[in-house]
């Protein structure tokens, strides 16, 4: 059967229509399939579809950092070298790292330590996270996000999620952590331990 230039175009735009929208091409109806398929070679359908794959899987918000951090609220005689605020942050680019810092009353850094680590690991940690958490149009708004109770002495915790289209989720609590708090520390000291030229040992959630 020959087609109009107008024709062809219609039909190839259903296709790519189809593929954009998630719908299985062969749900279409069979005529249909037929006609684009002997427009377009096999090669032609591979690469519109893998291309739209691509496209979709970037305009998801993907988790591209999470950072602990924990400031000590004890009555406690501090000193230069008293640690009352810790962050340990782990970053999922090109060349994953984690960093690590701790500071005085001052807001002065005292010690530091950052390491990047393998592409794997990294994913992996991440798949984590966001078994946790979801991708951020995901993220379920009624998850509760301050765990703080009221007290005079002790230290408070933040969690922060850094999505790809800049949002961010703020956790915060005092004392006890979230339920999820166990999981996040044990895939930070993993993450630890595949650091390069690592030097140092976090208080995650400052304990």
């Known amino acids: 059967m020959k087609y109009t230039q107008d024709q ?3 039909l190839v735009e259903k296709f790519v229509a189809a593929v954009k929208s998630g ?3 062969n749900e279409y109806p069979l005529a249909l399939r037929q006609s684009v398929e ?3 070679e096999p090669d032609k359908i ?3 579809t893998n291309s739209v794959n691509e496209k979709k899987q970037s305009d998801v918000a993907r988790l591209t950092s999470l950072s602990v951090s924990w400031f000590d609220c004890g009555l406690i005689e501090n000193t230069e070298n008293t640690v009352v605020r810790e962050r ?3 970053f999922r680019t090109q060349r994953p790292r984690l960093e690590w810092s701790q ?3 001052k807001n002065k850094r005292i ?4 390491g990047h680590l393998p592409a794997k690991e990294t994913e992996d940690a991440f798949s984590q996270f966001e078994n946790i958490f979801g991708a951020y149009e995901d993220f379920d708004r009624s998850t509760k996000t301050d765990y703080s109770v009221e007290v005079c002495d002790g230290s408070q915790w933040e969690l922060r999620l ?3 289209v800049n949002p961010e989720i703020v956790i915060r609590g005092t004392i006890e952590l979230p339920p999820y708090g166990e999981q996040i520390k044990d895939v930070f000291h993993r993450l630890i331990e595949r650091a390069d030229s690592w030097e140092g040992c976090p208080r995650i959630f400052g304990i």
């Open 111 to 114: 010690n530091r330590s950052m």
């Open 8 to 10: 062809m175009k219609n």
């Open 46 to 48: 591979e690469m519109l």
């Open 103 to 105: 500071y005085n009353e």
């Open 88 to 90: 340990i942050k782990v």
């Open 38 to 40: 002997g427009l377009l």
């Open 162 to 164: 850094r999505y790809s």
């Open 23 to 25: 719908t299985d091409w």
